[in-house]
């Protein structure tokens, strides 16, 4: 814009106005009345004027704009085609519009200088002053549907502030009305599968089965009765459903109510029913969906079933998963992954175990177990931790005075310096990248293992060679005495081994209270029989009087939420094993069903968590970052106060809640 246009609306006269009411004011005040008098003539008469070429530099400015050009000499307003305005920022005051403008908005041609904002309720400019040239979204006016670009353009003159843009609006009403119907129709591609179906059938007889099966057809049809949708069982415990986007929001408001429906059928022996659901979205074909489907009902199940998992290109999204996990009673799984671990092994130059950070005893424990392996396949191992921030310093003392394991920790830099192509990693106590003890380990290292029981978070390892995810079982070093009792003859497995293992069990079940299942015990026996002595394990769980008093402190400073659960937000920082136990002690109390422990540590918010009721901890601290099981769960939450996570983890219960 050149300079004089710049100054065409508002000349600044307002103080010469100013200075000549004031000599009138000055003249009277001196009873100099005629003075005064012509004064205040000579004001007004200029004051008409100011108006009338006020008047006359709007008009100009209006033609400015109408015949303005481009580089190339191209009238850039003049017989466009788009409805277009000139307006002027920030007031959003129009100086010109085109006829079409005037159409679409409903005013005349000579009602001009009014705001954007009343021709257009709602209307913003923001996004022209941020630089973009086009208003995100689409605005409706007059029924219409528009697409608005625009540019926005300074003054040259940096003593003035008038800026004036150009806008232009774009009918895209049959497009918008094309794309959403689009949108509302692509298909969403899900499949409903029993989890629990061969348990529910066990010695049930032929016209038993069918009627439980008729339930199930009756649930599943009920709830796809509204849907439109496709639907056909293509396995005895499998249904394929195809319905369209546009029901989707409908059924996450109801957080998939079949959850709850198929738990009124029952067995004869009292046992529900319960299904995973997995629903593929945003896939570029049917395949594609039905992939994510699939993907989506493995997560369900590697977290315990019982839920509904949305998956889209990027993430997963959960519903549900608020019962405890049921207990599988066949070990096939356990004897095939025994033989292909043992196979993977002897093909290995080096194992490294690795668990994550802040190891505990179960990490630790199971880690200890697999050494017996390795050692019977002729196979060096190493474990790689940190030495100095972990949870299980006592078993650690216990390991570095035996001659035997002189040599079995290392870091995770030099295990990164040591390793090569036929190196073999196992991940133990967790599936998440984040969580391990060192992720470039992990990166490096082609060949993976993972053995765990946590729930399956949405970005878990992938991709391992080997994946014994048991989200029933008590522990990892449950899952690891399994795989020795069919890998190993039991007088391989050291008694120091098979204490670290019990340990490890012992932690995660506490002392056999809580996740515990006949296989549990079966373990326990097992390393029992291997020379695990219970009294030395319970010396690993001893503590000093001061963590002692500390752990009461915790207690003390608990408060009462939803007159079951417990939490304790602490200002100071503690150890992570303190709080644990804080968390444990917590539900011994009568009427507590869970309890969470806060404290700051740096730069970030630990949470650790208890649950032996209802309320699923894992489900509530997924929210947060976190991850576990129903019964024990924990998250670090960065760069956040210790007050606000507070708030956020009530929130989340609220949700779950919900």
Not at 63 to 76: L, N
Not at 574 to 586: C, K, M
């Given at each position: 814009?050149?300079?004089?246009?710049?100054?065409?609306?508002?000349?600044?006269?307002?103080?010469?106005?100013?200075?000549?009411?004031?000599?009138?004011?000055?003249?009277?005040?001196?009873?100099?009345?005629?003075?005064?008098?012509?004064?205040?003539?000579?004001?007004?008469?200029?004051?008409?004027?100011?108006?009338?070429?006020?008047?006359?530099?709007?008009?100009?400015?209006?033609?400015?704009?109408?015949?303005?050009?481009?580089?190339?000499?191209?009238?850039?307003?003049?017989?466009?085609?788009?409805?277009?305005?000139?307006?002027?920022?920030?007031?959003?005051?129009?100086?010109?519009?085109?006829?079409?403008?005037?159409?679409?908005?409903?005013?005349?041609?000579?009602?001009?200088?009014?705001?954007?904002?009343?021709?257009?309720?709602?209307?913003?400019?923001?996004?022209?002053?941020?630089?973009?040239?086009?208003?995100?979204?689409?605005?409706?006016?007059?029924?219409?549907?528009?697409?608005?670009?625009?540019?926005?353009?300074?003054?040259?003159?940096?003593?003035?502030?008038?800026?004036?843009?150009?806008?232009?609006?774009?009918?895209?009403?049959?497009?918008?009305?094309?794309?959403?119907?689009?949108?509302?129709?692509?298909?969403?591609?899900?499949?409903?599968?029993?989890?629990?179906?061969?348990?529910?059938?066990?010695?049930?007889?032929?016209?038993?089965?069918?009627?439980?099966?008729?339930?199930?057809?009756?649930?599943?049809?009920?709830?796809?009765?509204?849907?439109?949708?496709?639907?056909?069982?293509?396995?005895?415990?499998?249904?394929?459903?195809?319905?369209?986007?546009?029901?989707?929001?409908?059924?996450?408001?109801?957080?998939?109510?079949?959850?709850?429906?198929?738990?009124?059928?029952?067995?004869?022996?009292?046992?529900?029913?319960?299904?995973?659901?997995?629903?593929?979205?945003?896939?570029?074909?049917?395949?594609?969906?039905?992939?994510?489907?699939?993907?989506?009902?493995?997560?369900?199940?590697?977290?315990?079933?019982?839920?509904?998992?949305?998956?889209?290109?990027?993430?997963?999204?959960?519903?549900?998963?608020?019962?405890?996990?049921?207990?599988?009673?066949?070990?096939?799984?356990?004897?095939?992954?025994?033989?292909?671990?043992?196979?993977?092994?002897?093909?290995?130059?080096?194992?490294?175990?690795?668990?994550?950070?802040?190891?505990?005893?179960?990490?630790?424990?199971?880690?200890?177990?697999?050494?017996?392996?390795?050692?019977?396949?002729?196979?060096?191992?190493?474990?790689?931790?940190?030495?100095?921030?972990?949870?299980?310093?006592?078993?650690?003392?216990?390991?570095?005075?035996?001659?035997?394991?002189?040599?079995?920790?290392?870091?995770?830099?030099?295990?990164?310096?040591?390793?090569?192509?036929?190196?073999?990693?196992?991940?133990?106590?967790?599936?998440?990248?984040?969580?391990?003890?060192?992720?470039?380990?992990?990166?490096?290292?082609?060949?993976?293992?993972?053995?765990?029981?946590?729930?399956?978070?949405?970005?878990?390892?992938?991709?391992?060679?080997?994946?014994?995810?048991?989200?029933?079982?008590?522990?990892?070093?449950?899952?690891?005495?399994?795989?020795?009792?069919?890998?190993?003859?039991?007088?391989?497995?050291?008694?120091?081994?098979?204490?670290?293992?019990?340990?490890?069990?012992?932690?995660?079940?506490?002392?056999?209270?809580?996740?515990?299942?006949?296989?549990?015990?079966?373990?326990?026996?097992?390393?029992?029989?291997?020379?695990?002595?219970?009294?030395?394990?319970?010396?690993?769980?001893?503590?000093?009087?001061?963590?002692?008093?500390?752990?009461?402190?915790?207690?003390?400073?608990?408060?009462?939420?939803?007159?079951?659960?417990?939490?304790?937000?602490?200002?100071?920082?503690?150890?992570?094993?303190?709080?644990?136990?804080?968390?444990?002690?917590?539900?011994?109390?009568?009427?507590?069903?869970?309890?969470?422990?806060l404290f700051p540590d740096g730069e970030q918010v630990i949470i650790s968590a208890r649950s032996i009721g209802s309320c699923n901890v894992q489900a509530v601290l997924e929210k947060l970052g976190g991850g576990g099981n129903g019964a024990t769960a924990g998250a670090q939450i960065k760069g956040k106060p210790l007050r606000e996570v507070l708030q956020e983890l009530v929130a989340a219960i609220d949700a779950f809640y919900a």
């Amino acid at each position: 814009m050149k300079k004089s246009v710049g100054r065409l609306l508002y000349p600044n006269t307002a103080w010469y106005f100013a200075l000549m009411l004031l000599f009138t004011a000055a003249a009277a005040l001196l009873r100099q009345y005629y003075l005064a008098g012509g004064a205040f003539f000579v004001t007004v008469i200029a004051f008409i004027i100011s108006r009338v070429r006020f008047s006359r530099r709007k008009r100009q400015l209006m033609s400015y704009v109408q015949t303005a050009t481009d580089s190339v000499g191209i009238s850039v307003h003049a017989g466009s085609a788009f409805p277009m305005a000139v307006i002027r920022l920030p007031e959003n005051e129009i100086i010109w519009g085109n006829p079409s403008f005037f159409t679409i908005t409903g005013l005349s041609d000579t009602a001009c200088y009014q705001t954007l904002e009343s021709v257009i309720p709602g209307f913003s400019t923001s996004w022209l002053r941020e630089g973009r040239s086009e208003l995100p979204g689409d605005q409706i006016i007059g029924g219409r549907r528009y697409r608005i670009y625009g540019n926005y353009v300074k003054s040259e003159d940096d003593a003035t502030t008038v800026q004036l843009a150009t806008i232009y609006f774009a009918d895209m009403t049959e497009m918008f009305n094309v794309r959403d119907e689009f949108l509302r129709t692509r298909p969403i591609v899900s499949i409903i599968l029993i989890d629990n179906y061969d348990e529910l059938t066990a010695n049930l007889s032929d016209s038993a089965v069918s009627t439980l099966d008729a339930q199930l057809n009756d649930v599943v049809a009920n709830w796809t009765a509204g849907l439109e949708a496709l639907c056909r069982k293509i396995e005895r415990n499998r249904y394929l459903v195809i319905f369209e986007s546009k029901d989707l929001a409908r059924l996450q408001e109801g957080r998939f109510s079949i959850l709850e429906d198929v738990r009124h059928v029952a067995a004869s022996s009292g046992m529900s029913a319960t299904i995973s659901l997995g629903i593929g979205k945003d896939g570029g074909s049917f395949a594609e969906n039905y992939r994510f489907a699939t993907l989506a009902i493995e997560m369900s199940l590697s977290r315990g079933g019982d839920q509904a998992v949305v998956k889209d290109r990027f993430n997963f999204t959960f519903y549900g998963g608020r019962t405890k996990e049921t207990e599988r009673h066949t070990r096939v799984k356990s004897r095939v992954m025994a033989g292909s671990l043992s196979e993977l092994i002897g093909q290995s130059s080096t194992v490294y175990i690795m668990g994550h950070r802040m190891a505990d005893l179960d990490a630790l424990g199971s880690a200890v177990g697999l050494l017996s392996l390795c050692r019977a396949k002729g196979r060096p191992a190493r474990i790689v931790i940190d030495l100095q921030k972990n949870a299980c310093q006592s078993l650690i003392a216990e390991l570095k005075a035996s001659q035997e394991y002189a040599d079995l920790f290392i870091s995770g830099q030099d295990a990164l310096v040591e390793a090569d192509n036929r190196s073999l990693l196992i991940v133990v106590d967790t599936n998440r990248p984040e969580q391990v003890e060192c992720r470039p380990l992990l990166e490096s290292i082609s060949r993976v293992a993972v053995i765990d029981h946590h729930r399956r978070a949405a970005d878990y390892i992938e991709q391992p060679v080997l994946n014994l995810h048991e989200p029933y079982a008590s522990s990892a070093s449950e899952l690891v005495t399994e795989l020795l009792q069919y890998a190993v003859n039991q007088r391989d497995v050291k008694p120091l081994e098979a204490q670290a293992l019990l340990a490890g069990i012992v932690l995660d079940t506490k002392n056999f209270s809580v996740r515990t299942g006949s296989r549990t015990f079966e373990s326990a026996a097992y390393l029992r029989k291997a020379g695990a002595d219970p009294v030395e394990v319970k010396k690993l769980f001893q503590n000093d009087l001061d963590d002692t008093l500390m752990r009461y402190r915790v207690v003390q400073a608990a408060r009462l939420y939803r007159s079951e659960l417990a939490i304790a937000c602490m200002e100071e920082t503690i150890t992570r094993v303190i709080a644990s136990q804080a968390a444990d002690e917590l539900i011994n109390i009568s009427g507590i069903t869970a309890s969470f422990v806060l404290f700051p540590d740096g730069e970030q918010v630990i949470i650790s968590a208890r649950s032996i009721g209802s309320c699923n901890v894992q489900a509530v601290l997924e929210k947060l970052g976190g991850g576990g099981n129903g019964a024990t769960a924990g998250a670090q939450i960065k760069g956040k106060p210790l007050r606000e996570v507070l708030q956020e983890l009530v929130a989340a219960i609220d949700a779950f809640y919900a």
